[in-house]
C-alpha cells in the first residue's frame, strides 16, 4: 500500500519562504519519480515540480522556475519543495505525489492529502 503524507505548508508573507515534505512508504515499489502540484480554489490542478529517481532529471513550471527547488537525496528518503520569493498567487493546497516518468511523459498515480499555503500580499 502506498501512503504519502505532506508538512510544511502555513502562512506567510509575499516575499517570505517555506518548505514542503513529503514522506511515505511504499512508493519506492511502483513508481520511479516524485512531484509536487498544487490546486488554487477555482482552479485546475497544476504541476510544479518533479524529481525522477536519482535526481537525473528535474522538471519545473515555468511559473515556479528560479523560485521554488525540488530535492530528494534518494528514493527512500523525503521529498522536499523548496519555495522562496513566494506570491500570493502561490496560495493553493499542495500535494505530493508519487507515478512513472520517462522523458517528458509524467503519470502521477498516488497522491497525499495535501498542505495548505497561503501568500498574503
Known amino acids: 500500500q502506498v501512503q504519502l503524507q505532506e508538512s510544511g505548508g502555513g502562512s506567510v508573507q509575499a516575499g517570505g519562504s517555506l518548505r514542503l515534505s513529503c514522506a511515505g512508504s511504499?512508493?519506492?515499489?511502483?513508481?520511479?519519480?516524485m512531484g509536487w502540484s498544487r490546486q488554487a480554489p477555482g482552479k485546475e490542478r497544476e504541476e510544479v515540480a518533479a524529481i525522477y529517481t536519482g535526481g537525473n532529471s528535474i522538471y519545473y513550471a515555468d511559473s515556479v522556475k528560479g523560485r521554488f527547488t525540488i530535492s530528494q537525496d534518494n528514493a527512500k528518503n523525503p521529498m522536499y519543495l523548496q519555495m522562496n520569493s513566494l506570491k500570493p498567487e502561490d496560495t493553493a493546497m499542495y500535494y505530493c505525489?508519487?507515478?512513472?516518468?520517462?522523458?517528458?511523459?509524467?503519470?502521477?498515480?498516488?497522491w497525499g492529502q495535501g498542505t495548505q499555503v497561503t501568500v498574503s500580499s
Open positions: 505525489a508519487a507515478g512513472y516518468c520517462s522523458g517528458a511523459y509524467r503519470d502521477f498515480n498516488y
Open positions: 511504499g512508493y519506492i515499489y511502483v513508481s520511479n519519480c
